[in-house]
Nanobody, 119 residues
Framework: QVHLVESGGGSVQSGGSLRLSCVAS????????LGWFRQYPGKEREAVAW????????EYKDSVKGRFTISRDNAKNTVSLQMNSLKPEDTAVYYC????????????WGQGTQVTVSS
């Protein structure tokens, strides 16, 4: 059975940093495309950072470019999101997700972790 479990969320002041981690069980993340998403109350989930499998090409939502970094640790079967220079508008529930190669939609999702940035 596949599980993705996020950790590292919390409360921080504007300008601060947080590092989210997502550990996988039941699948090997190296073989999957990976993404971090966030969701505001009453809104659709949006992708903020994603990376391809194997080669690990990364892309970011424009509003987080230069502040967020997605990375993968194959030895720990973990994907992380380093978030720097946080802003109040980054406040949301953050989810990690994994998808099989060539798939458009993500196949597996974590339960989410709350990030709150105060001004």
């Amino acid at each position: 059975q596949v599980h993705l479990v996020e950790s590292g969320g919390g409360s921080v002041q504007s300008g601060g940093s947080l590092r989210l981690s997502c550990v996988a069980s039941g699948l090997t993340l190296e073989h999957y495309g990976l993404g971090w998403f966030r969701q505001y109350p009453g809104k659709e989930r949006e992708a903020v950072a994603w990376m391809t499998n194997y080669g690990g090409r990364t892309e970011y939502k424009d509003s987080v470019k230069g502040r967020f970094t997605i990375s993968r640790d194959n030895a720990k079967n973990t994907v992380s999101l380093q978030m720097n220079s946080l802003k109040p508008e980054d406040t949301a529930v953050y989810y990690c997700a994994a998808k099989r190669r060539f798939r458009v939609n993500y196949d597996y999702w974590g339960q989410g972790t709350q990030v709150t940035v105060s001004s």
